[in-house]
């Protein structure tokens, strides 16, 4: 997992594990002992899906960018038939409220979404590559130089000459004279 999203992961689970004990908490004055268990059941459903798409999607991009937006959707789709299977196998239990379950699931999924966008804005996630170290090659295999934006059109900026061949040279140097 990338230290970035490692720090995304605790900024939105330490908030909303904190709302879930304040969820259990308000379940135990409101409704009593099952009251309790049931924001319990549901902080832990929230705090367990959400955490286990973060860290899907984390594991997917080291893989490659494109895996992230297919890991992103099977994991919501998971997450989607296994909540169907907890309501229809939890279907008539009274172990726990209801009410305080679905209550908790609301407010915590509403904490952890604002807490990630939080810890998302305030991480410094680079949208490119930085400037290489001294001793390290100046390019990368794309061509791209290091410290450039990845799009961008460097191929007139750098006055080095080029590895290419004579007729490619007067090729370019008539292109350029154009």
Excluded: C
Excluded at 15 to 41: E, Q, R, T, Y
Excluded at 135 to 153: F, I, K, L, N, V
């Amino acid at each position: 997992m990338h230290s970035s999203d490692a720090r995304i992961l605790r900024g939105a689970a330490i908030p909303s594990g904190l709302a879930g004990l304040a969820a259990v908490a308000a379940g135990l004055a409101l409704a009593g002992g099952k009251g309790a268990l049931g924001a319990a059941i549901g902080a832990v459903v929230v705090i367990a899906f959400f955490s286990i798409s973060v860290v899907a999607v984390s594991y997917a991009s080291k893989i490659s960018p494109q895996m992230m937006f297919t890991a992103a959707v099977f994991s919501y789709i998971t997450k989607i038939f296994v909540m169907f299977a907890l309501i229809i196998a939890f279907d008539g239990v009274s172990a726990w409220n209801h009410k305080a379950f679905a209550w908790s699931v609301i407010a915590l999924t509403l904490v952890w979404v604002a807490a990630e966008i939080r810890a998302s804005t305030k991480a410094k996630i680079l949208y490119y590559d930085p400037e290489p170290a001294a001793g390290q090659a100046t390019g990368t295999a794309s061509g791209t130089p290091s410290g450039a934006p990845s799009g961008s059109d460097t191929s007139d900026s750098s006055p080095e000459p080029s590895a290419e061949s004579p007729a490619q040279a007067g090729t370019a140097a008539a292109d350029r004279g154009r």
